[in-house]
């Protein structure tokens, strides 16, 4: 086994939690010697093999992957000195699983991030389990509409499952068939809280097309591995709405699920806004809106008062939106708008258009730290732009998925925007990510998202 010996001072951030060893914090890489062997030879490390971290004094820091090539020579997966055998997939998914059940997510019904990386002791590796049915079977099955998840039960029995992998991390990428094998066999024999197992999934499709692959030297990769996909799209039923999922099509691995409750609790604000005038329109903008999550959100639990323009650059996002649309009935309250966001909020205060609440999920404008400084300039933007569109008291519900821009920064920054718009803010909430997308103390990156609630004045 081959060692990574670590510069003086570099293990501080590693004891506190953090996973990753930079190459620039290694001093030394060492084989192990064979018995009777006073000194270790130097060695070379071979991407996807693993090794040990010890610090500079010898303290041993646990087990990683590592990959030479990378900017991040080592990822720490385990404290111990364990293999990376089927055996120790199944024990690790079996772990993450029985944490969401632990946080209360119903996986029989919820479709969830069933792996998330670092966050859960599996560097690199993303797995979203999508729990529903075929959407032509619902159509053919459930014709009037909206559907509920009860009546679906009913008329078509339990609902299927089917997998969206990313392998980002070389090491993870090199063991892709142990892993597939070791999720099938748990999710097929293994019970969480019930009787019974989740179930075999029908379909699993990889997604690892993300940029951060590159810096791995891996080259995108996407497809089917296993099983199928219904052709008409896959019916998944988040807080009482259905949406219509093509994974093959669709962005990341199909779905935002990190905004799950955040989308619940946006709709129940600007609900508790609309109802403070009976009867009186209450036009809210949803920005950077994809498929529609924020929007439907809001038009089903916000009031029939409320009136959503839902804008999007992209036509194939807006095309979703407008199927779930139809689907939840909600044709009335949301107008899909293809736009450029920044021009369109140039556009409506040039026009001095005014809302009662504007929506901000942007992508992340910040992928790595080296792109920070440019993003911090977005984010103010579209903020400033936001602010003065809203009428006093409006609500203002603003996001960042970008890992680089801290939660404190993101809130600096849309004060300063505030400041600069000549408008007074009140925080009424600051939220983040689903608790399927664990948080893992030491682990910076792993809080990523960040939904700040504010009422405007």
């Known amino acids: 086994m081959k060692r990574i010996i670590l510069k003086p001072g570099e293990e501080t951030r590693i004891i506190r939690g953090h996973p990753w060893v930079y190459a620039v914090e290694a001093d030394q890489i060492l ?9 270790p030879a130097a060695a070379v490390l071979e991407a996807g093999e693993i090794a040990d971290v010890e610090s500079a004094q010898r303290t ?49 019904q919820t479709s969830a991030r069933m792996v998330f990386a670092e966050a ?10 999508y729990t529903g049915w075929p959407l032509e079977d619902l ?5 009037e509409r909206p559907w509920a998840f009860d009546a679906a039960l009913r008329v078509l029995g339990p609902p299927g499952s089917w997998l969206s992998i990313q392998l980002l991390a070389y090491g993870m990428d090199i063991r892709r068939e142990e892993i597939i094998a070791a999720a099938a066999e748990v999710l097929e024999r293994d019970a969480f809280g ?37 052709p008409g799209g896959i019916g998944i039923f988040e807080n009482g709405l259905i949406f219509c999922l093509r994974l093959e099509e669709g ?3 199909g779905h935002y699920l990190d905004q799950r409750e955040n989308r619940l609790q946006a709709a129940r604000v600007l609900g508790n806004l609309a109802a403070r005038s009976p009867g009186r329109e209450c036009r809210v903008l949803d920005c950077y809106t994809y498929t529609g999550g924020f929007a439907l959100h809001a038009a089903r639990y916000g009031g029939p008062d409320l009136r959503l323009i839902a804008a999007d650059s992209s036509a194939a996002a807006l095309e979703g939106l407008r199927r779930n649309r139809a689907l939840n009935a909600l044709e009335d309250q949301i107008s899909p708008m293809e736009a450029d966001i920044f021009g369109l909020l140039r556009d409506f205060e040039r026009k001095k258009e005014r809302f009662s609440g504007v929506i901000l999920d942007p992508p992340a404008f910040a992928k790595r730290r080296s792109a920070l400084e440019g993003a911090l300039r977005g984010y103010k933007e579209i903020n400033l732009r936001a602010i003065k569109l809203l009428l006093p008291g409006g609500i203002l519900i603003s996001c960042s998925c970008s890992h680089a821009l801290e939660a404190e920064r993101f809130k600096r920054l849309i004060a300063e925007a505030a400041a600069d718009a000549g408008r007074r803010l009140a925080l009424l909430e600051f939220r983040s990510q689903t608790p399927d997308h664990p948080v893992l103390i030491g682990y910076g990156e792993s809080c990523y998202l960040k939904c700040g609630v504010y009422r405007v004045y």
């Open 60 to 108: 041993y820091l646990g087990r990683a992957l590592v990959n030479p090539h990378s900017r991040i020579l080592a990822r720490i997966y385990s404290p111990s000195k364990e293999g990376l055998d089927r055996g120790f997939f199944k024990r690790r998914f079996r772990e993450a699983l029985e944490r969401r059940f632990a946080a209360g997510i119903d996986l029989r």
């Open 194 to 230: 019930f009787a019974g197992p989740l179930g075999l999934p029908q379909g699993i499709i990889e997604k690892s097309s993300a940029p951060v692959r590159e810096l791995e030297g891996l080259r995108p990769r996407e497809g089917i591995i296993k099983g199928s996909l219904p």
């Open 139 to 143: 159509e053919r099955s459930l014709p």
């Open 120 to 129: 859960d002791f599996l560097p690199g590796l993303i797995i979203d389990r």
């Open 251 to 253: 962005q990341k691995t």
């Open 31 to 39: 084989s192990s010697p064979p018995p009777r062997t006073a000194t």
